[in-house]
């Protein structure tokens, strides 16, 4: 798969997570912990408007367009699972993922 793709998509996930997770039973115990998943959530959403507009810039209208509506598809179905107990863990790991490939694919190392 295209890393800058997944990266869109992993980035998306990682917000659409973070944002849908406003119950205090969802949200984690410890502080510092939960402070990191309110960052990572704020970094991965500035990020994924990022990698939206390099991508027009960079990749094309179409590809970038793609990621747009992969992001939709993604969240949707986050949405239809439902809450769990998993989504903050996976939420944090989306977004250092994404992260990660959004640094790699915009400095040209992948």
Do not use: C, Q, Y
Not at 7 to 23: K, P
């Amino acid at each position: 798969m295209n890393p800058f793709l997944l990266s869109v998509l992993l980035l998306s996930g990682a917000a659409f997570i973070h944002g849908r997770s406003v119950a205090p039973e969802l949200r984690m115990a410890n502080a510092v912990a939960d402070k990191t998943w309110k960052l990572l959530g704020k970094a991965a959403l500035l990020a994924w408007f990022g990698m939206l507009a390099w991508g027009v810039l960079h990749k094309g209208v179409w590809l970038t367009l793609a990621a747009l509506v992969g992001s939709l598809a993604l969240n949707a179905l986050i949405a239809r699972r439902g809450p769990m107990s998993a989504w903050p863990g996976l939420s944090m790991v989306f977004a250092v993922t994404g992260l990660g490939l959004a640094a790699a694919t915009v400095l040209g190392r992948i």
